[in-house]
């Protein structure tokens, strides 16, 4: 490859990676659970990428392929060796669990004040690295289901599984706080038929 | 119960992931049943959570400027374009953002929020979720994302020009924002349930302050609509009055 052609190559990395930095650093941070480990898990990230880029097809999906360069050096870092150790062989086979009536029933109002984003980022901290993960992309991300697809390299039941019980886990983690911060609104009156 | 065999596709809905046939008798039946609406609802209310709460960590500058250095150090580029817009953006949302920061008070709080929303999408690297001229592809896409339906105008024989919309949030109440063009400005078109929004709005707090936007708002048919942009009053008024006569 020319001269020419090598700076055509980095323009488009730099046009498709660049504007992704912010967010590949919130997604790694959540994965590392720490602000050292992030930046490199980041760094190494471009490497890769920027290394592997022309096995990259242009006009495919540029994120989830690089979401996956970073998803992988994760798992494959030592840090996250002893996390997915963690994991069961059959984490995907469980069954999927009764919800409890309660759950079924009255789909409590969950009115989540600022006050309680604490709450709820130490909630999704706690969840196990496969149901953070998709969750973040998910939510966060806002990729679809086959974007997820493609970047955790699982099938897209798989993906629908984990989203479901991740929200299940985090809903049952909330429930007492919510039902107590309701109880708060209605008392002070603010509840407007949400 | 018909509702039985909806619940465990809900998070499917949510997510606007089911096939379009499923989408809309799922939106027919959650306009009809107060169990499963309010479930959708809660639901909503959950990603908007976890959208906001999950956009948590921010890279240090120092890390920021490394990065930029060691990708800038790479093989020298003639033009440096994507990095002078970035830098662009950054200097106009800051100085908006200081522009009505300044003049923040409890009071205009929910125009400033929308002035927020305005902004922070049109320096995002993608604006709008659906990509279209079209009304009729950008209305559908709707479907199952926001709990109610609305009309878009018909822009033939006007300088609107349509671009596209996507899903926003106002104080966690879930609703549509579309995004049009008119001489070269960019105008943002909010719907919400009025009744969602109901107690946080009054009339004092719909005014807005000595900003930098023109702003149009009323509610039609139980929706709350907001038309805001720094396009002139007229082309404000004009494509408030396009939506009106619309819905
Ligand atoms: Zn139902």
Known sequence: MDASGANLQLDSFEELAIPLFDQLYNFAHWLTQNRDEAEDLVQETYVKALKGFSSFQLGTNFRAWIYRILRNTFLTSRKGLKVTMTVPLDFDDEEEGEESAIERDTPEALLLARSSHALLQKAIDELPVHFREVLLLCEVEEMSYQEISDTLAVPIGTVMSRLSRARRTLRSQLRPHLQQEAGLRIAKGTNHGL | ?247
């Open chain 2, 1 to 247: 119960m018909v509702c039985e065999s909806w619940k465990e596709r809900l998070d499917t809905y949510v997510d606007g992931e089911l096939p379009q046939g499923e989408m809309r008798t799922f939106d027919a039946h959650v306009s009809s049943c107060p169990s499963c609406s309010a479930n959708v609802l809660s639901r909503l209310q959950l990603k908007r959570a976890i959208h906001l709460a999950g956009k948590r960590f921010t890279p240090s500058a120092e890390f920021r400027s490394r990065m930029q250095q060691s990708i800038a150090s790479k093989p020298r580029r003639v033009f440096r374009l994507g990095w002078m817009l970035a830098a662009a953006v950054v200097l106009v949302v800051g100085i908006l953002t200081s522009t009505y920061l300044g003049n923040r008070s409890g009071r205009d709080q929910v125009f400033s929020e929308i002035a927020d929303l305005h902004v922070a999408t049109l320096a995002s690297s993608s604006p709008v979720d659906v990509v279209s001229t079209d009304r009729h592809t950008v209305k559908p896409w709707f479907q199952g994302k926001i709990p109610f339906a609305f009309n878009l105008p018909e822009l033939q024989n006007t300088e609107f020009s349509l671009l596209g919309g996507r899903m926003t949030y106002l104080e966690q109440t879930p609703g549509a924002h579309l995004i049009y063009d008119v001489r070269k400005h960019h105008i943002s078109v909010f719907i919400f349930q009025e009744r969602s929004l109901a107690a946080k709005l009054t009339d004092r707090s719909l005014k807005p302050g000595n900003l930098s936007f023109n702003m149009q708002t009323w509610t039609q048919g139980g929706l709350r609509y907001f038309v805001i942009g720094d396009a002139s009053t007229a082309d404000i008024d004009n494509l408030a009055k396009l939506f009106q006569a619309a819905s």
